[in-house]
Structure formats: C-alpha cells, structure tokens
C-alpha cells in the first residue's frame, strides 16, 4: 500500500516535502552530526531551529514585538486549564460556546472564576458560530473573551476576529491557525495544538502579549506558569524538539509557497469544490449553517445513518480515509487544512457525486 | 559531516535501526496507508502501536496486573506536580535530596503537604545516593517516599530500590529506566521522560498501582488527573503519537538485543571503562562517590575549570560531542544510556588518556 487520501481530522496529513526533510534530519540535524531527536535542545543546531521556527510565525501571523512565542508541552487541552489558572484568578470571563472544545475550556474555567457564556449554539448541535458582536456588551469586570476559531467537531469556523472592547482577547485557533489571513496582533493570547496545521501532535504553540504576564498567578507549579515559560524560551523543562522542528519546517513550505494569500486561496478552493457538491445535491445534507460553515472541516451526511456508515467504508476501499465523522456528531468529516492536495479534494469530490448517482 | 560519537545527557543518541524504522514510518505507518505523524491516534494502525508499546513495558519492567502505564505530556517535571496534586493533598511525604531533580520535585511537592527530607547530599555536590535505609523510619502518616534513582548532573545512582514500609514507593527514572534489572513491580509510581533511554523528549512514561486512583484528587483540571488517563487509556487528548511510536520501537530493539540482562552487561562494561581510565590516572577526578557512581553519566574533570573547557572543545574536535557538564557542576560528563555503542565509549577512553599525556 501507498500513501493514500487522507482526510483525518488530526492528526492529519502534511506536506510531503516536510516529511522528507525530517526523515533525513531524523539521521542528522543540519549537518550538526547529530539526530534530531538526540542533540541538546541547548546546542546551536535546535536553537537555530527554535529561533527560525519562531520567527516564520511572528511574520506569518504578523505578531507585534509586545508578543511571545512560546512552544508547550500537553496539547490545546492543557491551555483549557492554563489560562484560567493564570489568570482568571477568581475574576469573570466569557467564553463563546460553539462546540465541545470551547464548552470543555469553559468547564475548566468554572474552577478559577465566573464564567459567562456569551454565545451557545448548544441547542442547534453546535451548527453555528455567533454572528459579531452577537455577545453583546461583556458584564462588567470581564478579564477575558474566549473563543474556539474553528470547530472540528461541528465543522463550523468563524470567518472573523470577533471585536471585544475592555478584556483580553483569547483564541483557540488548533484547528484554523494559520489557513488564512489573521491579524495576530490582535489577540492577546492565542494557542494551537499542533497536529491539525502545524505538525505532530505532542506540541502547543502559545501566543501570548507580554502585558499579560504580570496577571500571571506566580503560586503555581513552575510548569505552569506563562512567565517561567516566557523567561526560559520555552527551555524550563526539554521542550518536544522534534515537534518544534515539523512545526519549522512546516512553516518554510509555507512561506515557500507564498505566505497565506496562497494558502487561503486554495483553502477556499478545496472548500467550495466540496460544499459545491453538496449544494447540487438533495442527497448530502450539510451539518453546517451556510454562513458558518468550516473551510477546514465538512461535515455532511445522507441521513441515514446506515448509509453514512456504507458511504464511510466505501470511501475507505477507494483509498479516501478518515471521513467518519465524530463519535458525538455522526456521519461524515472531510478534514482539509492546509497540506491537504487539490488531487484528493478531487478525488472526495468524485466519490461523493458517485456515491449519490448509485446510492440516491 | 556525519553521525559523530554522541554523549549528550538528553535528548541523546538512540539505535540506528530505531532511526531507520522512524523515517519509514514518517512516510507510512506499517502499511496503512497514512504517515506516522498524520493518522489518528484512535485509528487500527496506531492502535497496534499503543497495544505494543505498553506490552513491551510491562515485560520488560515486570509489571504486574494492579499497575498500569500511561504516556502523557509534559516531561517529567510536570510529574513534580502532577504526583503531590493528586496524592499528597495536606498530608506528609519524604523525599530523598540526591541532586537538582529530586530537589526540585520536593519544592513542588510543598504547595501541596508537608515534605520531609529523608536524606540530602546538598552539603557535598550531590557526590552521593544513600545507603540503603539510610532515611529511618518514616514519619507516622507518611503517603509516599519519592526519589530519583539517577543523577544527570551530578552523575549518581541507586544500585537498589529503596525498602519502604508503610508508604508507596515513587521514583523518576527518566535517566535509567530499562537500563537494568529492576523489579517495576515494587513501584507504586514511576515515570520517566522519554528523551534518554526510552525516545524523543516531549512524552513522559508514567506506571501507577490502581489502589492509588482511588486516593487521588478528582477535583483538578481534567489534564492533571491520572484516573482520567487511565480510564481514556493515555487518549484523554490527543497524546505524543510519534514519542510513543519511538519508544515502542526502542522497546523492540531491547527485547531483540536479549533484555535487560543484555543492556545491563553492556552498560557496565562501558561505565567500567570510563570509570576505569578515571581511577587508573592522577589527572582525571571524579566527581561521584565511588559506590554511588552512576553507570548512566559519568562526571569528572581534571580539576582545573580552564583545562576542562580545552578537554570538551579538543573531545568536539575528535567528534566526541556533548561533554560539556551542567552548568551548575562544570567539569567534563559523558552520557552512556542504553544506545550508546561500544565504539564511541572505546573512542571516549583513548581521548581520555591521551588528553592526559599531553596535557597531565
């Protein structure tokens, strides 16, 4: 067998260039005659590595110089309790709630203060994100906004920064970072785990301003804690070298590519050739509200749940894996970040108008 | 330039076949079709790797039914705090103070109880581990004592597993985990960072007895409690799947090496060179207690920090890398874990008595 369609909700395909520049470096790190996974995080060859992975997103995501760029360990799940525990501190914040990720960040927020749930799409099975400004006027004395810029699950994504006068802005951008155009400078905290558009799972880019850190809760364990982090440049404890390596080199491929217009642009492609087939038809329904729908992930089903279930393995045996949708949504996810080809969106594209001519 | 003789302290040298294997594996994982980084962790592939991985350790420790292993984030300090959170809770613990790990888990170990010092070898450098029951008796109430059963920095290490009556018995072991014989069945917590003999830094292997779920917190951030990682089966989120693939790998190639048995002959017969050019020499001091002597790290220098400086850079020359010691101890260390090969020891001992008639 050979590498085949694949179109898992993450961790998830990447760029073959990528792969093939970390196979070589997995033997020696840039002629430093050592492995990547066996040379000091404090030599010269993984600090040229840490310093340029972290240059490539301060100019992708346009961030000011008032902003870290930290690489943390224990996924976006991690961050769920890492915010609030730094700073929410017995205050209120407000979290959109567009589907289980950010309700879950929410959750562990409630251990730390008062949460206000701005926005909830719960009763609608999450199919939407809020329209701006749909949260209204924050309550008074709210420290922060929390949002969840892409929903996995749901297949819904915010096509915008929301506006937020008088707290903090903080985004969950895992499943969205870095496939269109952003302004990142506007965020005062943003974090990614990275195996949807990064890399490997395993490693957490964190965004933080630097205003921020005298918020921080200092009594807390060193892990913990934003500013032992900010302070050591991500090297407190060993930091997942190989993971902030992809993440580098996944950012060359794209900068290589030409930076995010073009990413953007063929993000949109992919998702309008999928959506496309799905508007023509009156066999594929849609999960997704039209306006909210998610470039990076369609969910989509016949109605049927059995037939979901054949439709699922017949995609398989073509060689188009990963589109069982989420065990607590059902039917149907085709997950397109950034590495995902033209040649496989194609190929989904195909299937799904057979599919439909056979199964209608 | 090429693969030069590696005695980096962590991340560190591991086998070649488990490096070969990896870049395959980057392409495409044992036939499915999806490329190590890219297919799910809840797909059959990685599945298999998991079932592996686990059955590997529990062999190759000894485990026994009532234990359980678990592969979570953070390295192992967010083990410093992940164990006293859970289970210390205002009571009393002994930690034993052999170095700046063991110390520094003890000053976690604060926030949440009483923390009382069975031994300590701060007064002479951490030069020594203790004798056997040298901590006396615990203090009534006792939950646990902790230690580290290797010293990077320092260069020590337990040749025993303490006896402890009345409390559970929990060791770091990132340094010399399946560097030998041990019974893993004695051990009521023991973890170890990946990224000296087991894999890549950015995983952490955790054993835990199943009574002790029982004590644990569930008050705490999801993340932080290890019933709900036993329960979702290291898959609360999204774990280190390319660490826990490594490991499984690494795992392999130690059970076809003969075991532990193997590595355990090998292992002192490279540490018995080291320390052997040591003793037979005027010029080189070691810097360990003899009978404390870590098999892992040796530490030494020639007792003149100018000198010790001129060694490393003369040793990177020769393409001997990685002997620099930490910072907080100076001199000379050389990192022997489990893939470190005969060659480069034997490479390391002619260095040593060279650099001594030319410069003792």
Known sequence: MSRSHNFSPGPAVLPEAVLRQTQEALWELNGCGQGLLETSHRGAAFADVMERATGRLRRLLRLSDDQEVLFLHGGARTQFY?????????GRATYLETGTWSRQAAEEARRYGTVDVGFSSADSRYDR??????WGPLPKGT???HYTSNNTVAGTEYAYVPDVEGASLMCDMSSNLLSRQVDGSRFDLLYAGAQKNLGPAGVTMVVLRKGLLERCDTNLPMMCRYDVHVKKGSM??????????????????LEELGGLDVIDARNQAQADLIYGVMDASDFWQGRAAKRSRSRMNATF??????LDTACVAAATAEGLLGLKGHSSMGGLRASMYNAQNDEAVQALASFMKHFEATHG
Chains 1, 2 share one sequence.
């Open 82 to 90: 890492q915010i609030p525990m730094n700073l929410l501190r017995g």
């Open 129 to 134: 994100v809020p329209e701006q400004g749909a």
């Open 143 to 145: 420290t922060y906004l």
């Open 236 to 253: 407190y404890n060993t930091p997942c070298t190989f993971g902030i390596y992809v993440i580098e080199r996944v950012c060359a491929w």
């Open 301 to 306: 089903s016949t109605g049927d749940a059995a």
